[in-house]
Nanobody, 123 residues
Framework: QVQLVDSGGGLVQAGGSLRLSCAAS????????VGWFRQAPGKEREFVAA?????RTTYYADSVKGRFTISRDNTVYLQMNSLKPEDTAVYYC???????????????????WGQGTQVTVSS
């Protein structure tokens, strides 16, 4: 069992930046690959970025490439730059002991989720 706590959301103007964090409650670090997903009102939860267990490999959705950076130490971060109004959503970090989740980037393959943190980008 892994309990994730994600944080760092807020209200920012278009073009601004935010950094989201994802940590494991009761643990020093998250021992698996970690993904970030987001869900806007009325839309499906979609993949944003993922990082491997040791942080050597990353994946990004096309919509955030060049603007978002995922990294990790004992915490997993999502640095979001050049934010756009269409980035507005609730952002969730997720993990799973099965490495397949990292490669499929599908939300159904992730078994453990944070509670979500709201990101609002104003135009």
């Amino acid at each position: 069992q892994v309990q994730l706590v994600d944080s760092g959301g807020g209200l920012v103007q278009a073009g601004g930046s935010l950094r989201l964090s994802c940590a494991a409650s009761g643990r020093t670090f998250i021992p698996y690959a970690v993904g970030w997903f987001r869900q806007a009102p009325g839309k499906e939860r979609e993949f944003v970025a993922a990082i491997s267990r040791l942080g050597r490999t990353t994946y990004y959705a096309d919509s955030v490439k060049g603007r978002f950076t995922i990294s990790r130490d004992n915490t997993v971060y999502l640095q979001m730059n050049s934010l756009k109004p269409e980035d507005t959503a609730v952002y969730y970090c997720a993990t799973d002991r099965e490495t397949a989740a990292f490669y499929t980037q599908k939300k159904y393959d992730y078994g453990y989720w944070g509670q979500g943190t709201q990101v609002t980008v104003s135009s």
